[in-house]
């Protein structure tokens, strides 16, 4: 039926994920640049576009190492899960009305859920290291992810109700005669704050907060598993963007001059920039400060938020 | 929060504006004529060394780089006769410039020194000795020194008197 989870979309939406991914590498570097009134990597290639290649092949070329010290079968495991979790999580994306994987009537929940998972990722990894610095960020890590998927699962949960559907097709298909953006407004940011810092870049890189943890959770890896955490932290961007825009920004709807999915893919480019300006500009919260953020404001919010959905709900 | 928001803002202006970066095996960077690069001993107005081998800038020199050999010509003049200066070791201080009595050292502003090989980077004198006089165009040291050397004797440098005549009364 209608080519959905046909070969050709997994193996686009999969090689597409990855390549993205890759290039976003590049993308960031130049971006950062630009914003640092600096050029960022302009040599290798046009504008520099194949530094991602000279860069992957530094990556594969490198010493594999295990530190004798860590926990092996655990050690390989975590960075395979960065990178599972999140490609996962990119298969119950809707990207058009007929591009897509799966098709599950509770795929939001399972996002949330893989979301989840792959906080096993840095802890596993912080766990498996055996060493003091990797078991701070797996620690910070852990903490962290108890402070925000509260409020980013009650966040979502606003759209779900006004939607009635936990099927990520049909919020979209939902939003068809407005966006959720409007009506839950509070619910976007609430779920924006919440989606950066589920994938654990700053300012919410305490994880791996370099200035005081060397490089936290990955301290210890080398080659090419550092690069699935490198690789597995930018699909966890491209999924984020997805997500959000699919929940608030009317997934692939727009004006019909451009294709669907061109719309999916600008809406979705259109925050990756947004993570990155985040990244640039903010400073990095005290420990501390994150949970109680956390706990003592945009949980509370995020209930406002809930209950206020719900009573409109019910009485209109 | 608002000034998260400004900061975003900020940042992302900075967008629009030029790099800074001077991309340099394309571009020369614009250096200073002050800048402290390359040493360098020059010359007189006339041709000749300025360098009177007096070792101040080889005692001043924190990394001991320089090397030199005093000797003495037949006019009278001292000169190097082995003047060494080992880059590798260099950290461009400018000390040795500041030391010298004679202007006859002097840094520039070139940095591109760089060689595959460690032993290229001792410079000896022939290296080291520019025709021009740097940057003290009009100064020689010999000609306005007290010392006698050939085709001029004591107080005859410039702006120095003539010698007293001890036995004349006369002011």
């Not at chain 2, 250096?31 to 002050?34: G, Q, T």
């Not at chain 2, 165009?137 to 306005?144: L, R």
């Given at each position: ?14 090689g ?21 009134e ?9 504008f520099?576009?194949?530094q991602?290649m ?6 594969f070329?490198?010493d ?9 079968a655990?050690f390989v495991?975590?960075p ?5 979790a999140?490609l ?5 994306i809707?990207?058009?009305?007929d591009?897509g994987?799966a098709d599950?009537?509770?795929s939001l ?34 903490a962290?992810?108890?402070?925000y ?18 099927d990520?097709?049909?919020?979209v ?14 619910g976007?940011v609430l779920?924006?704050?919440a ?16 200035q005081?943890?060397v490089?936290g ?16 932290e930018y699909i ?14 009317g ?16 809406k ?13 500009s ?6 501390d ?10 949980l509370?919010l ?7 959905t ?7 | ?11 992302f202006?900075r ?15 614009k250096?200073?004529?002050?800048y402290?690069?390359r040493?360098v001993l ?7 060394e300025?360098c009177?081998a ?7 020199c924190?990394t ?18 082995v ?19 004679t202007e ?8 591109e ?16 000795l ?6 003290y ?8 020194a ?6 001029k004797?004591k107080r ?9 005549d ?6």
């Open positions: 039926m209608n080519g959905l989870g046909s070969a050709a979309d997994i193996g686009g939406i999969l597409g994920a990855i390549v993205t991914a890759a290039l976003m590498i590049w993308v960031e570097r130049r971006l950062l640049a630009f914003w640092q600096r050029l960022g990597p302009n040599r290798v290639g046009p520099g576009i194949m991602v000279a860069d992957m092949v530094k990556l070329f490198k594999e190492w295990v530190p004798p010290f860590a926990d092996r655990v495991l975590a395979t899960i960065a990178m599972l999140t996962l999580g990119l298969s119950l809707p990207f058009a009305p591009v994987v599950l009537s509770f929940l399972c996002l949330l859920g893989l979301a989840s998972l792959s906080v096993y990722s840095p802890l596993l990894a912080g766990y498996a290291s055996h060493s003091k610095y990797p078991l701070l960020g797996g620690l910070r890590a852990a962290q992810s108890f402070s998927e509260v409020f980013m699962g009650l966040a979502a949960m606003g759209v779900v109700m006004q939607a009635g559907s936990l990520l097709r049909v919020i298909e939902s939003q068809y005669r407005g966006w959720y953006i409007g009506p839950q407004l509070l976007f779920f924006l704050i989606a950066v810092a589920e994938t654990r870049r700053a300012p919410f890189d305490l994880p791996e907060a370099e005081e943890l490089a959770f990955h301290t210890e890896y080398s080659g090419i598993k550092f690069g699935m955490f490198y690789v597995g966890g961007i491209l999924l984020n963007s997805a997500l959000i825009v699919t929940l608030y920004l997934g692939w709807w727009g004006p019909a001059f451009l294709p669907p999915l061109a719309w999916f893919l600008l979705m480019a259109g925050f990756i920039v947004l993570y990155l300006l985040l990244r640039t903010l400073p990095r919260p005290r420990y400060q994150l949970m109680r953020f956390g706990w003592l404001v945009l509370p995020a209930l406002v938020n809930l209950i206020g719900a009573a409109w709900e019910v009485f209109s | 929060m608002i000034s998260l928001l400004r900061a975003l803002w900020i940042v202006r967008l629009f504006t030029p790099a800074a970066t001077v991309q340099y095996p394309e571009e020369m960077p250096l200073a004529s002050r402290r690069g040493i020059t010359r007189d107005p006339d041709g000749q300025r009177v007096c070792s101040l800038c080889a005692v001043v924190p001991d780089c320089i090397v030199l050999q005093k000797s003495e010509d037949e006019s009278g003049r001292w000169y190097p006769e003047f060494r200066i080992n880059f590798s070791r260099c950290i461009y201080c400018g000390l040795c410039e500041e030391a010298c009595p006859a050292i002097q840094l520039t502003p070139d940095f020194m760089g060689e595959q090989d460690r032993h290229f980077m001792v410079y000896e004198k022939e290296h080291l520019t025709d021009g006089p740097g940057k165009p009009g100064y020689s040291f010999w000609h306005v007290g010392k006698a050397i050939a085709g004797d005859e440098a410039q702006h120095e008197a003539p010698p007293i001890i036995h004349s009364l006369l002011p």
